[in-house]
């Protein structure tokens, strides 16, 4: 079954960075994308942005432009996000999802779900 | 550009039916038919119920159907069960500037 497993829970400082990692099974790593999507504690679901395991496009939030990565790694079907310069308001669960490889129409599935915790 | 309007709270009582809202402008849920629809409950991940609009993914049933008009989509669920209690978000496509937009997500209670 296709299935999305994530890294576990982080603690960082402010002004660090963090990395999650988002390993895919059960499909064609390359015929789709990942999308990354966080939720602050009570809050709703951000989206992040979107990387193309198929043709190699990416999509950022324009909130988070300049401090945000997102890569891919097609030997391992593992997608990567990276997030630099943490402040307080970055704590949040974030989560990645399968999406279409030609646009981010739609997420599923999703992954567990990864704590940042940014804590001085 | 802001997130989708949705309602805080809906509810309905067991067998009934209720819709939930989404309302964006003519930038996406008006100009794209990409709209999706999440369920989550507490603690969990989302999971897709409804996508482009008013497709639903295998295992989804057929109680959940999706709509559009306009600048508004909508959400419909039928014949509520206790275990449909839970958020729902709903999403559009927004053009390549802003690319994907959330609704601030719904409370659905089920009495």
């Known amino acids: 079954q296709v299935q999305l497993v994530q890294s576990g829970a982080e603690v960082k400082k402010p002004g660090a960075s963090v990395k999650v990692s988002c390993k895919a099974s059960?499909?064609?790593?390359?015929?789709?994308?990942i999308t990354w999507v966080r939720q602050a504690p009570g809050q709703g679901l951000e989206w992040m942005g979107w990387?193309?395991?198929?043709?190699?496009?990416?999509n950022y939030a324009q909130k988070l432009q300049g401090r945000f990565t997102m890569t891919t790694d097609t030997s391992t079907t593992t997608a990567y996000m990276e997030l630099r310069s943490l402040r307080s308001d970055d704590t949040a669960v974030y989560y990645c999802?399968?999406?279409?490889?030609?646009?981010?129409?739609?997420?599923?599935?999703w992954g567990q779900g990864t704590l940042v915790t940014v804590s001085s | 550009q802001s997130a989708l309007t949705q309602p805080r709270s809906v509810s309905g009582s067991p067998g009934q039916s209720v819709t939930i809202s989404c309302t964006g402008t003519?930038?996406?849920?008006?100009?794209?038919?990409?709209v999706s629809w999440y369920q989550q409950h507490p603690g969990k991940a989302p999971k897709l119920m409804i996508y482009?609009?008013?497709k639903r993914p295998s295992g989804v049933p057929d109680r959940f159907s999706g709509s559009k008009s306009g600048n508004t989509a909508s959400l419909s669920i039928s014949g509520l069960q206790a275990e449909d209690e839970a958020d729902y978000y709903c999403?559009?496509?927004?053009?390549?500037?802003?690319?994907?937009?959330f609704g601030g997500g719904t409370k659905l209670t089920v009495l």
């Open positions: 999802a399968r999406a279409p490889g030609r646009a981010p129409n739609w997420f599923d599935p």
């Open positions: 059960g499909y064609i790593f390359t015929t789709y994308g």
């Open positions: 990387i193309s395991a198929e043709n190699g496009n990416i």
């Open positions: 003519s930038s996406d849920v008006g100009g794209y038919n990409y």
């Open positions: 482009d609009v008013n």
């Open positions: 999403c559009s496509y927004a053009g390549i500037y802003t690319f994907v937009l």
